[in-house]
Each structure stands twice: as C-alpha cells, then as structure tokens.
C-alpha cells in the first residue's frame, strides 16, 4: 500500500483512482443498491402474501361451511403450507359428517402437496386412518409403508397394530403394538398398553 506524504499527493490519488475506477463503482453500487431493494421488496411481498393466506386461512376455519370454502381456498393457495393445513380441517370435517371417501381425498392431496416432513407423516398416518376404517386394510398398510421421518415412529406402529387387529392376526398386532412402546423411548401412552394388555388377555382366553 503506498503512503503519501502530503494532502495533494493525496488528493491526486484520489482523483486517480475515480477515473479509472469509477464508472465501475458506479455501476456496483447501483446494482447492489438495486438488489438489495429487489430483496426487501421481495420479502415485503412475501409477508404480504403470507399475511392475506393466514387471514384467508382463518375465513375458512370459521366459515360454517369449511368443505366448500376450503376447496376454493386450495386452489387459490395451492403453493402454501396454508392450502395443506386447510385440507386437513376439510378431511376433519369430512370425518364429522361421515364422509370418509372425502376425508382420504383431502389428505391424499396434503400428502402429495407438501414439501415439509412432518406434514407429510401427519398427512399419511390420518390417511391410513381413514382408509382402515373404510376396511381398506392393505391401502392403509402401503400408505404407512411411506417414508416418515423417525419421530412418527411409535405412531405408525401403533397404527399398523390397529390394523393388524382388524384384520384379525393377533400376533403382528402384538408385535407392532411392542415396536410402538419401545419406540416411544418411554413416553407414556396409557391407550396403547391398554391395547398390549387387552390383547394379551384375549390370547390368553
């Protein structure tokens, strides 16, 4: 780095360096100006959006009638979170009024629309669900055969147990009704013993 000695050497090196840099200075600071509006304008815009989903969101929640609201709501929100969560108050109101067929379309939708993990499983495990209380037994076991992430673990097991049960095999129920407790890692899930014991009961008998 070279050292000046005196404010005009100083001065004159300035003046250098804008002409021969400047247009270029110029230019970046523009364009980072630029961008940097461009990605403020764009996070305005995304807040906006997510802003009118949620309220348009709440509008459906509290309509008294969810099932017609919600399929418009969808269509209007296809790409956010807000569109899956909707189908699944859709699918739970289906379930009220006894429409199972509607409730395993609703979450069929969920499940092949989101990216997140989490709502994906919750989408799948209510699917199966649906499907094992329409008897659609081996519908419902393909549906949890799905990857999920490990956290759903005890849940699908308990689930796949329910259905085992139903369809009469005794010891797969047993099994995974095992393979739910031990991976509950200790979290206490009164229902799922009481299923454990009642079934060791009837085996028993």
Avoid: C, H
Avoid at 22 to 34: D, E, F, N, P
Avoid at 146 to 164: R, V
């Amino acid at each position: 780095m070279e050292i000046y000695s005196t404010e005009e050497q100083q001065a004159e090196a300035i003046k250098r360096f804008f002409r021969e840099n400047g247009t270029t200075i110029v230019v970046g600071a523009v364009l980072g100006l630029g961008g940097l509006y461009g990605w403020k304008a764009y996070n305005q815009s995304q807040i906006d959006s997510a802003e009118a989903a949620s309220e348009a969101f709440t509008q459906v929640v509290e309509s008294d009638d969810v099932l017609a609201k919600s399929d418009a709501f969808v269509a209007a929100n296809a790409d956010s979170n807000y569109a899956v969560l909707a189908a699944f108050v859709a699918a739970k109101e289906a379930i009220d009024k006894d429409d199972l067929k509607l409730a395993a379309e609703k979450l069929t939708w969920a499940a092949d629309n989101v990216a997140n993990a989490e709502l994906k499983a919750t989408a799948l495990l209510r699917l199966a669900r649906v499907q094992a209380s329409q008897s659609q037994y081996e519908q419902a076991l393909a549906t949890l055969a799905k990857p999920m992430p490990e956290a759903f673990k005890a849940q699908l097991a308990e689930i796949q147990g329910d259905i085992y049960l139903a369809q009469g095999d005794k010891d797969k129920a047993r099994s995974a009704y095992q393979s739910a407790l031990e991976a509950a890692e200790g979290n206490s899930n009164p229902m799922l013993q009481i299923k454990l014991d009642d079934l060791a009961q009837k085996t028993t008998v």
